[in-house]
């Protein structure tokens, strides 16, 4: 970078630090203009790179002094992390992603931690440990591909739920027919009776979900860059009597639900989980165990591992190919049994008992 334009860009820089009042600029409030020039120095051409790769088409209205400075502060997370990982003292990677010039500030008001006190649902009958020792219903084609949704970087408690319920619709729809159909999250959006920028509980898409028998799809309804009036019309998807919603449960109930079927669950984010690059992920060891701030969508198991889809949205440079595989340990998994949404236990039942006996027949001698 030319003499002039890092001059130019340290001056603006120092002003903008100088009359901020945030944590992170606190921080840099107390640095020389040595100390600052030698932070854009070492920064700003590696920063324009990762804006390059990772942050093409993402609203972002944010001064960019704010995004260097978070960015720098993430960099340097990132590599001491890193290096315990190398020694064997960690079981996951982190590394930059689309978040990684966000500040704890930043991630605090994009995903604001909800504490949840409701008390514990009773265990759906005849939900007993599945035999299953693991599944991928990735492999199975039972969910669609990873996407980026940061368009809606306004609505990001709304939109992330709202996408996720969709995902858990868009399985129910491929156990009966065998299709994989993309429904319409701009439906949930725009007519689920949910104002932007809430967090949804999954019962309110889920009433919308029932009563509407189903859900149009994308095709028919697109995604929109805002929410709007509702205007869905044409065939519908996914017609469910009832969903099952279950609070504070535990990793027995959890595998029984997602041995049938993908889950939507909520989760608590941490500064780590927005940098996650790979293997098993562990953390939140001291957090309440009655809080959130994310909902995922859960889509296999292992007797270690839990995989998730982060459905809100990240794209497939966050992660592995955008999933992570976090732990099964309730001390250790952000609260991940806190929540959790899916299909009634009874209609799964029946559909497996159907299926069972469409497969008899078709294993049947003809006879002539």
Known sequence: MGHCCRLLLLLVAQNFILNCDSLIHQEFKALSYSKLRQLYAKHYDGYTK?????????????????????????????????????????????????????????????????????TDNPVPPNLTESSIKEVNWVAKNYVTPVKNLFSYVDCIPTITTASTVSDVVEAVVKSRTQRLIKLSIQELLDCGGVACNEHVRFHQYANYIMRNRGMVSERKYPMFNRQQSCGARG????????????????????????????????????????????????????????????????????EDYILLKNRQNWGTKWGENGYMRISTDPKENCNLYLESFGGNQRELAREGNLKKQQQQKKSQPHQD
């Not at 996951?92 to 992603?97: A, K, P, Q, R």
């Open 50 to 118: 990762f804006v390059a790769e990772y942050k093409q088409g993402v609203k972002d209205d944010r001064p960019e002094p704010h995004r260097l400075l978070a960015y720098a502060k993430n960099l340097e997370e990132i590599k001491k992390h890193n290096e315990l990982y190398k020694q064997g003292k960690s079981s996951f990677m982190l590394g930059l992603t689309v978040m990684s010039d966000t500040s704890k500030e930043d991630l605090d008001d994009l995903f604001p931690v909800v504490v949840f006190n409701e």
């Open 235 to 302: 065939r519908r998807y996914g017609r469910v009597k009832t969903f099952l919603t279950t609070v504070h449960g535990e990793k027995l109930l959890f595998k029984g639900l997602l041995a049938k079927r993908p889950i939507a669950t909520r989760i608590l984010l941490t500064q780590k989980f927005h940098n996650y690059k790979g293997g098993i992920f562990r953390d939140c060891l001291q957090s309440p165990n009655n809080v959130f701030s994310h909902t995922v969508l859960a889509v296999g198991f292992t």
